[in-house]
T-cell receptor
Framework: QKEVEQDPGPLSVPEGAIVSLNCTYSNSAFQYFMWYRQYSRKGPELLMYTYSSGNKEDGRFTAQVDKSSKYISLFIRDSQPSDSATYLCAMSAMSTNAGKAPFGDGTTLTVKP | GAVVSQHPSRVICKSGTSVKIECRSLDFQATTMFWYRQFPKQSLMLMATSNEGSKATYEQGVEKDKFLINHASLTLSTLTVTSAHPEDSSFYIC??????????FGPGTRLTVL
């Protein structure tokens, strides 16, 4: 069993829709949760970085962590065609564990105009 | 923001040749750099961890003699794929960190070995 599971999609939505992207994990020690966006043929870029349970909002993006369920979500409001990309979750048990944080396989999102 | 560059962005080479990929942190000093490879429609697979002035730490299953890593300074790490073969064709991505969980990724290098 993988440490991090992520539905690969693909997910296709119309412009303006609310998008929900999810990951589940098995290691209860994970406390730091990251969401990355990766455009085709590009490196990932960090979108959201959260610690422990709760919500974090940044513009149209909201990251949600439910540690009791070992489940994290990324919500995108008013989705735009420019949001079309692959979204990767990653998580870590330590604050200084970059690189060792396992990634999900990524969910490919297409927002149609 | 933190910017990481990679060079070249794309390389095509013949089987048996060696290819060097550079990763630079442009506006910050990176305590650690990481090298990943990514196959189509798959996630990032960590290959090795690189610290300035010390030997790289390779993940299980990654041949250190095939994937040579040199970390010359706090802003530059290089990955050399030696005696490349078609199965080495992939997207190679580096990242850099200043010590926390946040990684800043380069744009990637697409290697095609004929």
């Amino acid at each position: 069993q993988k440490e991090v599971e992520q539905d690969p999609g693909p997910l296709s939505v119309p412009e303006g829709a609310i998008v929900s992207l999810n990951c589940t994990y098995s290691n209860s020690a994970f406390q730091y949760f990251m969401w990355y966006r990766q455009y085709s043929r590009k490196g990932p870029e960090l979108l959201m970085y959260t610690y422990s349970s709760g919500n974090k909002e940044d513009g149209r993006f909201t990251a949600q962590v439910d540690k009791s369920s070992k489940y994290i979500s990324l919500f995108i409001r008013d989705s735009q065609p420019s949001d079309s990309a692959t979204y990767l979750c990653a998580m870590s048990a330590m604050s200084t564990n970059a690189g060792k944080a396992p990634f999900g396989d990524g969910t490919t999102l297409t927002v149609k105009p | 923001g933190a910017v990481v560059s990679q060079h070249p962005s794309r390389v095509i080479c013949k089987s048996g040749t060696s290819v060097k990929i550079e990763c630079r942190s442009l506006d910050f000093q990176a305590t650690t750099m990481f090298w990943y490879r990514q196959f189509p429609k798959q996630s990032l697979m960590l290959m090795a961890t690189s610290n300035e002035g010390s030997k790289a730490t390779y993940e299980q299953g990654v041949e250190k003699d095939k994937f040579l890593i040199n970390h010359a300074s706090l802003t530059l790490s290089t990955l050399t794929v030696t005696s490349a073969h078609p199965e080495d064709s992939s997207f190679y991505i580096c990242s850099a960190t200043t010590g926390g969980n946040e990684q800043f990724f380069g744009p990637g290098t697409r290697l095609t070995v004929l």
